[in-house]
């Protein structure tokens, strides 16, 4: 009797172990579906590391802190109303810059269009020296500015600028006055694309949402329209599959940024709101299963540290 009240007091004792570590699984099984859930469904998450991207192919460059430049560029008229963006270049003493080449290229075209650096003039005012450039195609939306500078001291050398986290600096288009008018629906959802009567990479019924739902709150309207752009993007690239691979990779991006904004609770509302609002046909929902299809296997690691969150958004704030 004895033998048989001890192995009954041993069961209970294991089978309630048994529960306290079952539970503790399922609680570590939901964190770990919450931290999943917490970016697009596009890839297999990987833990929390130093910023550093890993795609099958093609394979993106890796992000982490640069070295800054001995010299700095910031941007003076940001958002550019009109067709000069201006730039102040901060530069320590014995620093005598005698050439300066830059390009600009638009954040939303950045992985798939490439461009030569061209040879410009500073222009020098009671506050420094100061870049000017004059943007060909000033449609509205995110800018990257890149910076080549050779000195006196050293001509044969190109420096070339670079903050904490990138080697550009961010600037940003304001948009037009008047916005963009509601487009003809039919027309709007008889391709992938849609209509975007200015060009800035949104479809124009997605920019009049955005616009309306975040009037009161300019640095959200930023990031969400950074992350519609981007799963536009992804969504005109999903029958190429080394395209598609990189637009996802940018659309991660522009997640975090969003969530460094907001908070990860808000950012998985705004995000599901958005994307409700952008696969709106089945066009458009069979093109988002080709880009989950595209990126199925690779990798995408982030690292959690504030600074490098912000560094995500194509814009400074």
């Known amino acids: 009797m004895k033998k048989i009240i001890a192995t009954m007091v ?5 089978l309630t172990a048994y529960g306290r570590n079952d539970k ?12 999943k859930n917490s970016i697009p469904d596009k890839t297999n998450y990987v833990s929390p590391l130093w910023a550093k991207f890993e795609a099958n192919k093609p394979k993106p460059p890796i992000k982490g802190k640069f070295q800054p430049s001995e010299f700095d560029v910031t941007p003076l008229n940001s958002p550019v109303k009109g067709n000069i963006a201006k730039f102040l270049l901060k530069v320590p003493k014995n620093f005598e810059i005698t050439q300066v080449k830059f390009k600009v290229k638009k954040s939303s075209h950045i992985l798939f269009k490439e461009k030569d650096y061209s040879l410009t003039k500073l222009v020098d005012t009671p506050e420094g020296k100061q870049l000017h450039i004059s943007l060909e195609d000033p449609t509205s939306g995110f800018y990257r500015l890149y910076v080549k500078v050779k000195i006196k001291k050293d001509k044969n050398e190109e420096h070339l600028y670079r903050s904490a986290y990138h080697d550009y600096v961010r600037f940003v288009v304001a948009e037009k006055a ?10 709007n959802k008889a391709t992938i694309a849609g209509v975007d009567s200015d060009k800035n990479g949104i479809r124009d019924d997605i920019q009049i949402w955005i616009n309306e739902e975040f009037e009161e709150r300019p640095i959200v309207k930023l990031a969400m329209e950074q992350l519609a752009r981007d799963m536009q993007t992804e969504l005109v690239n999903s029958n190429t599959e080394e395209l598609s691979k990189i637009a996802t990779i940018k659309a991660l991006d522009s997640s975090i940024c969003l969530s460094s904004i907001i908070g990860l609770d808000e950012k998985i509302i705004q995000q599901k709101r958005l994307k409700e609002r952008m696969l709106n046909t089945k066009m458009r929902l069979d093109a988002d299963t080709r880009v989950n299809a595209n990126f199925s296997g690779s990798k995408y690691s982030i690292s959690i540290e504030p600074e490098y969150m912000k560094s995500t958004c194509d814009f400074s704030y």
């Not at 008047?178 to 027309?187: A, I, Y």
């Open 24 to 35: 503790e699984y399922n609680k570590n099984q939901l964190k770990k579906s919450q931290l």
């Open 10 to 14: 041993t069961l209970c004792l294991a």
């Open 178 to 187: 008047n916005g963009v008018p509601m487009p003809d629906s039919t027309e």
